[in-house]
T-cell receptor
Framework: NAGVTQTPKFQVLKTGQSMTLQCAQD?????MSWYRQDPGMGLRLIHY???????DQGEVPNGYNVSRSTTEDFPLRLLSAAPSQTSVYFC??????????FGSGTRLTVV | DAKTTQPNSMESNEEEPVHLPCNHS???????IHWYRQLPSQGPEYVIH???SNVNNRMASLAIAEDRKSSTLILHRATLRDAAVYYC?????????????FGKGTHLIIQP
């Protein structure tokens, strides 16, 4: 099993550009979520999904969109990148909400 | 919403036990207590969870107070690889969102 795979690992964007952060899991987990982590801070929930076709907003959803067309994939879209979105992004998945498996993260810099 | 309180940092010596406290006085009767840790430059890693009684797994033990207002994560014999930020987490974030609420956690420093 590959677990939770995030791509890319690093990305530099210019202000106003859009991009999609990819997240894929091969564990047949229903629950998936996206977090961002700013320096010296804990993770904050952006969006989450409780199954294919079902998504909802977390604590800091503004500027991000998600979709869940399959159980395996949960991409995060930045609509118009801003410097405030410079952060490390983590995707996570779980079978039963108890033990989430996290990806290794995407380090995003917006200049 | 359930909230947790942890010390900002703790220091211990290698091969000694480590007790990491967490206060969760507002937790409800059906909320599980979860612990995760984050090693440097990595994503968080699930450690352990429990409801009412003490729990053990290969990574750690979790001691839960009888009134459930606090818990302690126990690393029985710390190694340098246990140096990480440890998060005590209530099961759901505020507003009913289905995800994890991470505070700042406890930065555990292990001295050789």
């Amino acid at each position: 099993n590959a677990g939770v795979t995030q791509t890319p690992k690093f990305q530099v964007l210019k202000t106003g550009q859009s991009m999609t952060l990819q997240c894929a899991q091969d564990m047949n987990h229903e629950y998936m979520s996206w977090y961002r982590q700013d320096p010296g801070m804990g993770l904050r929930l952006i969006h989450y999904s409780v199954g294919a076709g079902i998504t909802d907003q977390g604590e800091v959803p503004n500027g991000y969109n998600v979709s869940r067309s399959t159980t395996e994939d949960f991409p995060l879209r930045l609509l118009s990148a801003a410097p405030s979105q410079t952060s490390v992004y983590f995707c996570a998945s779980s079978y039963n909400r108890v033990g989430y498996t996290f990806g290794s993260g995407t380090r995003l810099t917006v200049v | 919403d359930a909230k947790t309180t942890q010390p900002n940092s703790m220091e211990s010596n290698e091969e000694e036990p480590v007790h990491l406290p967490c206060n969760h006085s507002t937790i409800s009767g059906t909320d599980y207590i979860h612990w995760y840790r984050q090693l440097p430059s990595q994503g968080p890693e699930y450690v352990i969870h429990g409801l009412t009684s003490n729990v053990n797994n290969r990574m750690a033990s979790l001691a839960i107070a009888e009134d459930r207002k606090s818990s302690t994560l126990i690393l029985h014999r710390a190694t340098l690889r246990d140096a990480a930020v440890y998060y005590c987490i209530p099961p759901y974030s505020g507003g009913g969102a289905d995800g994890l609420t991470f505070g700042k956690g406890t930065h555990l420093i292990i001295q050789p």
